[in-house]
């Protein structure tokens, strides 16, 4: 004997195993229970939402015995809808049976009175297919019901039914189950058939089936059939094509930092496991959202794919304006993924062009003109040639500070300077420019742990973000920004939490030993010197270097 599917095994038996649907079915139940069931219903929806399930539970219900517990399964008329055999209610599907003499034949039966329930009910199940006669027969007897008739009918599409005959119904919009509700719902069952399935298996099946609870059940079908009961996240990646959420983030910085051989070489790894681009580049998208929601909200609760850490890393190495452009330009990417010959080159063309452009330009004052609009300038300005040399990389070295060192940094710290500087998370709110925007983020995920009359030590949110703050040349710019924005003109130091904590129980024991060491020698950055623009870099800064032309 076949195996029975999942969804079938378990479709809802009554009301209150739907999932999702909520103000459905209590309109329905309320309806049941007090006796006001209409003659017409209409259910539209996507698929596998319960539009079936819910109208095989009305017919049920308006034919139940107990009414204040209908259905209750019990009695006779349950039993007989539950087992296919109840002779008042027909399914019809009209995918198969559009034509008008279907139609006919099915008002004529409905004439007859019902065989052994109170109502005849009949099920129209893809009734956007009927044809043009076939949706003008039914439209007549939607008009002039015959007595203790209820037609309930279902579809994907009703922009395609009549007006008249949608005007003529109850109508009842199924949305798509949400993703948590599923996910439970997959959990509940695995544990009943004595199958294991990981959470975030069960949320990745549950995002795979796009909020359609029959999709998802066939899906996990399809994966216990592959794992013999034992589904992992690894198992369904396999199976679909699909990609981890820190594959996503690794190539996302790969992309920040411009390494083209390192993005290329990811991209040709992902096409030879077969990963589905399409659903990669779409979750390319989520995680770009999500840090830009985290950037602005600075808000962990409102990210659904990324951790904390994983935004807080993201955004050190970008800012939330390029990860918005970045998204808009994957979604307009989207249909060329499902047009091209090689999804992989077309997405590898995609992250290229990312890594070109730069950041966007939102400066409407430094917007480029149109050549035919404005004549270039040609502006005399004597000077002599010079060949400019590239200006060198600067080096990037970071610092990881160790037990002793941090030590020798807190014994020049006190509570006072501490709540002193306690203020600069309030003058940040006042900070305003976008130039500004990857201190503050970065500051944003940290927090005072100690200062002093030259330091600020800062707890950081990862090692990611203690990395980027002790970088020789983003720690020179903070330095800067701290002092000129925030006021305060300290030496920047940033640690993890777990080092902090081991450092503090170090300097408790030596304090109370008296062998504390000397304090940590603290020079500030040098003061920057402005260099005076020459005659030729006002010119070009005033009118831009494309409208001028050097003589």
Known sequence: MAKIALYQKYRSADFDEVVGQEYIVRSIQNA?????????????????????????????????????????????????????????????????????????????????????????????????????????????????????????????????????????????????????????????????????????????????????????????????????????????????????????????????????????????????????????????????????????????????????????ELLTLSTEKTCMHMAEKLLETKEKLKTATSAAACFEIICLSLMTEGEPDVSYASAPVPDKQVKKAEIPVRTEEKKEEPAPEPVRETKEYDVEEIIRLLVQCTKADKADDEIYIRRMDYVTGIENRKYTAVLNDTKIAASGKDCLILIAGSSAVANRINEEAFNRELYRFMREQLKIDKMVFAITKEAFTAASREFAARMKAGTLPEKKPIERYPEETVKEMTSEEKVLALFGKDSVEIL
């Open 32 to 312: 049941v229970r007090e006796g006001k069931v209409g003659h017409a219903y209409l259910f539209c929806g996507p698929r596998g939402t319960g539009k079936t399930t819910m109208a095989r539970l009305l017919a049920k219900a308006v034919n139940c015995e107990n009414p204040e517990k209908a259905p209750c399964g019990t009695c006779e008329n349950c039993i007989a809808a539950l087992n296919g055999t109840h002779p008042d209610i027909i399914e019809i599907n009209a995918a198969n049976e559009t034509h008008v003499e279907d139609i006919r034949d099915l008002i004529e039966r409905s004439r007859l009175a019902p065989m052994q329930g109170k109502h005849k009910i009949y099920i129209v199940d893809e009734v956007h297919q009927l044809s043009s006669a076939a949706s003008s027969a039914l439209l007549k007897t939607l008009e002039e019901p015959p007595e203790n008739v209820i037609f309930i009918l279902a579809t994907t599409d009703p922009q395609k039914l009549l007006p008249t005959i949608i005007s003529r119904c109850q109508r009842f919009d199924f949305s798509k189950v949400r993703t948590d509700q599923i996910k439970d719902h997959l959990l509940h069952i695995a544990e009943k058939e004595g199958m294991y399935c990981d959470e975030e298996a069960a949320e990745m099946i549950a995002v795979l089936s796009d909020g359609g609870m029959r999709d998802a059940l066939s899906i996990m079908d399809q994966c216990a059939a592959y794992t013999s009961d034992h589904i992992t996240v690894e198992d369904i990646d396999r199976i679909y094509g699909l990609s981890t959420v820190e594959e996503k983030t690794d190539l996302l910085k790969e992309i920040f930092q411009k390494d083209y051989e390192g993005v290329i070489g990811r991209i040709r790894s992902y096409e030879s496991k077969g990963i589905d681009m399409q659903r990669f580049n779409d979750g390319l998208i989520q995680i770009l959202k999500e840090c830009v929601i985290y950037a602005v909200t600075h808000k962990s609760s409102l990210l659904k794919n990324l951790k904390q850490e994983q935004a807080q």
